[in-house]
């Protein structure tokens, strides 16, 4: 292949050229604490939650994947919009989320247990470490965008997330970005 450019929106969060994944909150109901109201909203119009816009490279070693990430602000019971989360199919794999626009919070979760909550605001470069699950919010009123760089081979699993969630929720107590204890959490 040849060397290429994409060009980033940093207002829209736009890639281009790029494909587009659509999560609505059908898509990510089961990672909300509040299902009910995460079933209520889906009967309301099934409303988006985040995109994602990939750079078209090879998923093989020595590639770097590349994609933007729109989180919409938005809530499900008092808890932010957040994505899927995941750990990397190939533990060993790191990765930067560069922020674009917005206010975030990124909450990460080593294999060793460990939980971590970094903030996200325009110009955060955030380091995801080899072996450290990771899933973004968008704690503001206007769109999250940041951009991910990861190796292209890093692959995704989505499972261990969706069963298990994580040790912390951020959700919004009298109008203010609060962390606490995931009372769903097993273990
Ligand atoms: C990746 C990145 C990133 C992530 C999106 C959406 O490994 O591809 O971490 O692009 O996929 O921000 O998050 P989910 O994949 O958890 O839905
Ligand atoms: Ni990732």
Redesign the pocket.
């Known amino acids: 292949m040849k060397p290429y450019n994409v060009v980033i929106n940093f207002e829209s969060g736009t890639l281009d050229p790029g494909k587009r994944i659509i999560?609505k909150v059908s898509d990510v109901k089961n990672m909300f604490y509040d299902t009910q109201a995460a079933e209520e909203l889906i009967q309301k119009g099934d409303p988006m939650v985040?995109e994602?816009i990939?750079a078209d490279v090879p998923e093989e070693q020595g590639h770097l994947?590349h994609?933007t990430?729109i989180i919409y602000p938005g809530k499900i019971g008092n808890e932010y919009f957040l994505?899927?989360?995941?750990y990397?199919e190939k533990l060993s794999t790191a990765?930067i989320y560069f922020c674009l626009r917005g206010q975030g919070r990124l909450i990460m979760e080593s294999t060793d247990g460990d939980c971590e909550v970094l903030e996200m605001f325009p110009g955060s470069a955030s380091y995801i470490p080899p072996n450290w699950s990771?899933?973004?919010m968008n704690v503001g009123k206007e769109l999250l965008v940041f951009y991910?760089i990861?190796p292209a081979d890093?692959g995704?699993d989505?499972a261990t997330i969706e069963e298990q969630g994580y040790p912390k929720l951020v959700v919004e107590i009298d109008g203010k970005v609060t962390v606490i204890d995931n009372p769903k959490r097993k273990n």
Not at 83 to 86: F, L
């Open positions: 999560r985040y994602v990939y994947g994609c990430t994505t899927k989360g995941h990397h990765e990771h899933r973004t991910c990861f890093a995704h989505y």
